[in-house]
Structure formats: structure tokens, C-alpha cells
Nanobody, 122 residues
Framework: QVQLAESGGGLVQAGGSLRLSCAAS????????MGWYRQAPGKQRELAASITSGGTTNYQDHVKGRFTISRDNAKNMVYLQMNSLKPEDTGVYYC????????????????WGQGTLVTVSS
């Protein structure tokens, strides 16, 4: 079984910064794309940023220029550096990964973390 565990959320004033971390654990053979999603209160979960195993990144317009996604493949971790935070960035941030397990290395399946709350005050 594979698990994702997020950390780093909290309360910050507008204009401040936070760094989220996500650690994947379990019988992992490989991890393809990893990403961070945000779910604002009363809204659907939406992609913020993603990164492939080769380091290619993708950012949604609402975080471009402010957020940076990175990963450490050796440690099975992904990070999200969030700068110039705005109140509209408030929400639960979920880590997501496409994971292949040792028992079935040819198939990737999607795993979600439990989420970490980010609150940006004005």
C-alpha cells in the first residue's frame, strides 16, 4: 500500500510564503507525475501545479510566477513553494501522484494525500 503525507500548511498573512511537502511511502516501484491540487471552501478541487519524473513542470494561471513545484526522486518527495500568497489561495492542498508498486510495476495508479490546510488572511 502506498501513502502520501502532506505537511507545511498553516496560517499566513497575505504576501507571505509557505512551503508544502509531500512524502510518498510504501512498496513503491516508481512515481510518474506528482502534483498539488487546491480545494477552496465550497469549490471543486483544482490543479495548482504538477511535475513529471523528468522535472517538466506545469502551472495553472492562478499560481504562475508565485508558486514553484519541485521534487526529490530519490526521497519520493514533492514540494510546493508558495510566495506572494493571496487570500484566494486559501484552501486544502492535496498531494497527488501516479505510482507503480513493486507487486505490479507495469501499472500506475493514482494516490491522494489527506490534505493540508492553508489559510491566507488579508
Amino acid at each position: 500500500q502506498v501513502q502520501l503525507a502532506e505537511s507545511g500548511g498553516g496560517l499566513v498573512q497575505a504576501g507571505g510564503s509557505l512551503r508544502l511537502s509531500c512524502a510518498a511511502s510504501g512498496a513503491i516501484f516508481g512515481i510518474d507525475v506528482m502534483g498539488w491540487y487546491r480545494q477552496a471552501p465550497g469549490k471543486q478541487r483544482e490543479l495548482a501545479a504538477s511535475i513529471t519524473s523528468g522535472g517538466t513542470t506545469n502551472y495553472q494561471d492562478h499560481v504562475k510566477g508565485r508558486f514553484t513545484i519541485s521534487r526529490d526522486n530519490a526521497k519520493n518527495m514533492v514540494y510546493l513553494q508558495m510566495n506572494s500568497l493571496k487570500p484566494e489561495d486559501t484552501g486544502v492542498y492535496y498531494c497527488n501522484a501516479a505510482v507503480a508498486v513493486v507487486a505490479n510495476a507495469r501499472r500506475y495508479f493514482e494516490v491522494w494525500g489527506q490534505g493540508t490546510l492553508v489559510t491566507v488572511s488579508s
